[in-house]
């Protein structure tokens, strides 16, 4: 199975701040690595897919890159809304494990 | 407008069974995997299963492997997961979420991430 690790396992930050959330896969997993948003009480939500096509409907400020192995998302200014946890996902195998999730506090 | 709506959760005892449903609207059904995807109380989130769109290639993590069944309806627009021997272990929410297949590279799907999910169903394995 492809572990997926994820860095750090939560920050604290400030609106205007900007975020990198890292994630390493165990094996090379080409470009098929998603990122989810989750807010508490609340489904997880699609951001980025294939590490770096930003799902529709989704702010231009996050980004995703990466190939292989070493992934990253960045929130280039993040706004309130953004406090949430997010979670790294392979889609090259299955099982599709997730990685361990960054929860995104506010400073 | 793409919906998901699970149902069946609810308390059941250790050893008990459930099955949980998917209703799916707004989307061609058949053309898409589909997952099953839990969160056990403040914990992360945990992929159950999954079906192909014609159930060519159906899989299930370790956990869960010979206790869970995944089954789809295409004609129903329906998903199912079927839980037998249920454990404590077990307690989490349960998601149906929706992939996109981009193709199948040594009997292999290779995904597009989950675009679309449930708002979960709670299980709960206590005595």
């Known amino acids: 199975d492809i572990q997926m690790t994820q860095s750090p396992s939560s920050l604290s930050a400030s609106v205007g701040d900007r975020v990198t959330i890292t994630c390493r896969a165990s094996q090379t997993i080409n470009s098929y690595l998603n990122w989810y948003q989750q807010k508490p009480g609340k489904a997880p939500k699609l951001l980025i897919y294939t590490a770096s096509t930003l799902q529709s409907g989704v702010p231009s400020r996050f980004s995703g890159s990466g190939s292989g192995t070493d992934f990253t998302l960045t929130i280039s200014s993040l706004q309130p809304e953004d406090f949430a946890s997010y979670y790294c996902?392979?889609?090259?195998?299955?099982?599709?494990?997730f990685g361990q999730g960054t929860r995104v506090e506010i400073k | 407008e793409v919906q998901l709506v699970e149902s069946g959760g609810g308390l059941v005892k250790p050893g008990g069974s459930l099955r949980l449903s998917c209703a799916a609207s707004?989307?061609?059904?058949?053309?898409?995997?589909m997952n099953w995807v839990r969160q056990a109380p403040g914990k992360g989130l945990e992929w159950v299963s999954s079906?192909?769109?014609?159930?060519?290639?159906?899989y299930y993590a370790d956990s869960v492997k010979g206790r869970f069944t995944i089954s789809r309806d295409n004609a129903k627009n329906s998903l199912f997961l079927q839980m037998n021997s249920l454990r404590a272990e077990d307690t989490a929410v349960y998601y149906c979420a929706r992939e996109d297949i981009v193709v199948v590279e040594a009997a292999t799907p290779r995904g597009e991430g989950f675009d679309y999910w449930g708002q979960g169903t709670l299980v709960t394995v206590s005595s």
């Open positions: 079906i192909t769109s014609t159930s060519t290639y159906i």
């Open positions: 996902q392979q889609s090259y195998s299955t099982p599709r494990t």
């Open positions: 707004g989307f061609t059904f058949s053309s898409y995997s």
